[in-house]
């Protein structure tokens, strides 16, 4: 498995944007490919390299990069690096922890991908798409019966409308999460949603406010969205 290939966009060393690792000195890896197309009324979504062609690398390629950014947290992220089962074989290889310095590993999932056979130690961060991501029903809410107390469930808010399906979402699977322990964050969406909405929402909710916590990426107050490359 170790010479397989995969095609990664970026490498490069940021803080985590998300809890609950916000703030932890990262390894951001991007895979090549999503299969969603988010946000088009927008423009689309904020991650406008995800479809780029990057460079091919084994699993041992890329955990000797790894290892010479030294960050003790490694996020897999896309486009969708679960796609085609192409993150899996640096996920498993990086939970076997064979690294010196990785003692976090998350993955960034969209949805709509099974998330059987992410390793049980690696953090599954999982997109539910809400109405105004276009992308409504792509997700595999069947997922959540799969993940655990290190797992999140993300909602990135674009107006009261994605609120309340939020509120739906968590209230249909509200004995699962609390039973497993699963994280809900909400994040307003980056220039569309007002963060002081967000939190009034939140704070009127006798629902959410008992098990959400809302996140603002810092990557993105920092950078505004761009972000460094090594
Ligand atoms: S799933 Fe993620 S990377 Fe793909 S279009 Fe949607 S926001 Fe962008």
């Known amino acids: 498995m170790s010479d397989c290939k995969f095609n990664i966009v970026e490498l490069y060393t940021c803080v985590s944007g998300e809890e609950p690792t916000s703030g932890l000195p990262t390894s951001i890896v991007r895979f090549s490919g999503c299969n969603l197309n988010c946000w ?94 276009c992308e409504l029903d792509v997700t595999l809410l069947d997922n959540i019966c799969l993940m655990g107390t290190r797992d999140v469930l993300k909602f990135v808010i674009g107006d009261l409308a994605d609120f309340e399906y939020t509120q739906d979402v968590v209230g249909a699977y509200l004995s699962r999460i609390r039973v497993s322990g699963i994280g809900v964050v909400v994040s307003p969406l980056w220039g569309v949603c007002d963060p002081k909405d967000l939190i009034a929402w939140l704070n009127e909710s006798h629902l959410l406010r008992s098990i959400a916590r809302m996140q603002l990426q810092i990557h993105k107050v920092v950078y505004g969205g761009m972000m460094k490359l090594v």
């Open 40 to 133: 088009p009324q927008f423009g689309g979504c904020d991650t406008p390299n995800r479809c780029s062609k990057g460079d091919d690398f084994t699993v041992d390629e890329m955990l000797e990069k790894i290892e010479n950014l030294g960050m003790p947290h490694v996020l897999v992220t896309g486009g969708e690096p679960l796609l085609h089962g192409h993150a899996l074989p640096l996920l498993r290889a990086l939970s076997l922890r064979r690294t010196s310095c990785v003692s976090e590993v998350s993955v960034e999932t969209n949805g709509s991908i099974d998330v059987t056979g992410v390793p049980g130690n690696v953090r599954v961060v999982m997109d539910v798409k809400c109405p105004s991501s």
